[in-house]
């Protein structure tokens, strides 16, 4: 694969989609965000991503945490080689090196804002606020290497590669992710918000407390998928699913709709995003809630990464969790979790370990891993 020249592999069902030959790319910010997805839905094959910070443009959010991954709000790559193929390109995978790395937050630093977020919760101002920290690693390695690494050891049926050329040097997305944001299949729209995570089935089927935080999350994604959906046609075929992914277990739901006629992938995205999971609900408070609490901005994470397959109508956008962005010779890894008001700070900050930690000891990271990651 040539990282100069950008690629992208991405996952369809049981099958691998690989891309080449970039044809173009489209780069956006702020207000154009959303806009620019309707000019990428009108024609061929496109990888790529909205970064989470693309909601400034959807709700009056007051700005208040410098930019400083200078990434665009939104950047995705037309190919005009595009395959299907029922297994990956090999490659030759040494073992990753990502070294150690820095938190965005202590852990006394989380569990300050914990206690900050009860206090918003016992004030009646929100119900549930996603709570995450980024990682930062200094060292970058081979992006198909790395998404190699992920498939091994944590195969995830949103898994994707998306390295964007001399448009964007340097930059790449390798995600695991584990959730659906947005399945577009002609005017069917499907969303399956993951809230609830513990390290087996079990523990989680007798979490009263993750049902709770996954039907808020799900009557979050009902009412955004309602503005955009013919009336009517809004259901929830599956409520609270365990799936069982490597190392843990994720309680799942499934929203779907119905499009409108006159609704466009940009007002689809626009009107559901960022996604429902990792923000809390109600969304438009929980959004300035998180820009004034957390110390840096997420980027990539928590927004959506994916493919669009114009020509058949057909978009496949995951939650960009458990993903890594490659910028400027540097690594960022998130992880986070929605805290409701009985969450308790030590449980929360162990769940935001458990979730990275089977990808991290596969990149190489070395860190104090609390879990056996051999699972």
Not at 80 to 92: C, F, I, S, Y
Not at 215 to 232: H, K, P, S
Not at 248 to 276: N, Y
Request: with cysteine; net charge negative.
């Amino acid at each position: 694969m040539d990282a100069r020249q950008g690629y992208a592999v991405v996952r369809d069902g049981d099958r691998w989609i690989i891309a080449r030959r970039p044809a173009r790319v489209v780069t956006a910010r702020g207000a154009d965000t959303f806009a620019a997805l309707d000019d990428i839905a009108g024609d061929g094959f496109w990888v790529g991503f909205v970064a989470y910070d693309a909601g400034r443009a959807i709700e009056n959010i007051e700005p208040r945490i410098d930019d400083d991954l200078g990434l665009p709000d939104l950047a995705f790559v037309r190919f005009d080689e595009v395959r299907v193929a029922d297994e990956l390109p090999p490659a030759e995978v040494s073992s990753l090196d990502l070294g150690p790395g820095t938190s965005s937050l202590t852990r006394g630093e989380h569990a300050m804002l914990v206690a900050r977020i009860h206090e918003l919760l016992a004030a009646g101002e929100c119900y549930q606020v996603n709570l995450t920290r980024r990682l930062t690693f200094d060292a970058a390695p081979d992006p198909y290497a790395l998404f190699i690494a992920l498939t091994r050891c944590n195969p995830s049926p949103h898994a994707g590669v998306c390295v964007f050329g001399d448009a964007l040097p340097g930059v790449a997305v390798v995600s695991a992710s584990p959730e659906l944001f947005l399945r577009l299949d002609g005017r069917e729209v499907e969303t399956r918000p993951i809230k609830g995570t513990a390290a087996d089935a079990a523990t989680l089927r007798a979490s009263g407390k993750d049902r709770a935080e996954n039907l808020m999350i799900v009557d979050l994604a009902r009412n955004d998928l309602g503005r955009v959906c013919e009336f009517g046609s809004i259901n929830v075929p599956a409520l609270f699913a365990i799936e069982a992914h490597p190392g843990l277990a994720h309680l799942v739901s499934t929203v779907r709709g119905r499009l409108r006629p006159d609704v466009g992938l940009a007002e689809l995205v626009r009107a559901t995003f960022p996604p429902a999971s990792v923000t809390g609900a109600p969304k438009p408070r929980v959004l300035q809630v998180i820009e004034d609490l957390e110390p840096v901005r997420r980027g990539v994470y928590c927004g959506a990464f994916g493919w669009i397959d114009a020509a058949r109508r057909r978009v496949e956008l995951a939650v960009a969790i458990r993903t890594f962005a490659l910028a400027a010779g540097r690594t960022h890894f998130g992880v986070g979790g929605g805290i409701v008001a009985d969450s308790r700070a030590r449980d929360e900050w162990v769940e935001t370990e458990l979730k990275g930690a089977r990808l991290l000891h596969a990149a190489g990271a070395r860190a104090d891993l609390p879990v056996d990651v051999r699972r």
